[in-house]
């Protein structure tokens, strides 16, 4: 049975820092990417792609407006992807989710555009991220 587990959100200043975690089990994590989708509040579900990191060569993707704040990385021995969030603003502010796609199936322009939720495999139920001021 395929899972992703988010935890790791919060209420955090703007400024802070947090750390984002996304436990995967029941398919082998080396077979996939796996990428972080913001909900933001208030709005029809629609997720914003944040972060991606593929697994088969280490390609990792990061949004504009959160590029040299975020970083993605994974822990293959534990299966769990992170995201680690600096200086944190409140547009950052919305429900974290993370989800997976089989390598294969990337779209190439995956690096320069992120990634497109329609075609992620499975999906955790989120995390919320608040920053106030």
């Known amino acids: 049975q395929v899972q992703l587990v988010e935890s790791g959100g919060g209420l955090v200043q703007i400024g802070g820092s947090l750390r984002l975690s996304c436990t995967t089990s029941?398919?082998?994590?080396?077979?996939?990417?796996i990428g972080w989708f913001r909900q933001d509040p208030g709005k029809e579900r629609k997720e914003v792609s944040v972060?991606?990191?593929?697994?088969?060569?280490?390609?990792?993707y990061y949004a504009d407006a959160v590029k040299g704040r975020f970083t993605i990385s994974s822990d293959k021995t534990r299966n769990t992807v992170y995201l680690q969030m600096n200086n944190l603003k409140p547009e950052d502010t919305g429900i974290y989710t993370c989800?997976?796609?089989?390598?294969?199936?990337?779209?190439?322009?995956?690096?320069?555009?992120?990634?497109?939720?329609?075609?992620?495999?499975?999906w955790g139920d989120g995390t919320q991220v608040t920053v106030s001021a």
């Open positions: 989800a997976n796609i089989w390598t294969g199936g990337l779209n190439p322009s995956w690096l320069v555009e992120g990634l497109e939720p329609g075609a992620m495999s499975f």
């Open positions: 029941g398919f082998n994590l080396e077979d996939y990417a």
């Open positions: 972060s991606a990191i593929s697994h088969y060569d280490g390609a990792t």
